[in-house]
């Protein structure tokens, strides 16, 4: 059974921060892939992130392309979404997950946090 437990978000205003972390216990080594997704009220869930844990390879949605840094770190068996210059539409539930297939469709993921809230204001 693989746990993951997120922390990080909350409130901030446009053009502010965020860093989200995400604990994974158990064992994980069967995941090649973990990833970031979020999803707004009205909408579907989507992939924000995805990181390769073998190499870090790295893939990011359009919409957060340069604004947003996916990164691991092994050692705390931690996985970390950085958020810079953020803003309303922004706004969501996000969730770390675990998968097997390495992409940004939630289908490929088996495990998932309970997700954080991060609101974005103007």
């Known amino acids: 059974q693989v746990q993951l437990v997120e922390s990080g978000g909350g409130s901030v205003q446009a053009g502010g921060s965020l860093r989200l972390s995400c604990a994974a216990s158990?064992?994980?080594?069967?995941?090649?892939?973990m990833g970031w997704f979020r999803q707004a009220p009205g909408k579907a869930r989507e992939g924000v992130a995805r990181?390769?844990?073998?190499?870090?390879?790295?893939d990011y949605a359009d919409s957060v392309k340069g604004r947003f840094t996916i990164s691991q770190d092994n050692a705390k068996n931690t996985l970390y979404l950085q958020m810079n210059s953020l803003q309303p539409e922004d706004t969501a539930v996000y969730y770390c997950a675990a998968g097997t297939l390495c992409g940004l469709l939630p289908s490929y993921y088996n495990y998932w946090g309970q997700g954080t809230q991060v609101t974005v204001s103007t």
């Open positions: 158990g064992y994980t080594g069967r995941y090649y892939c």
């Open positions: 990181i390769y844990t073998a190499d870090r390879t790295t």
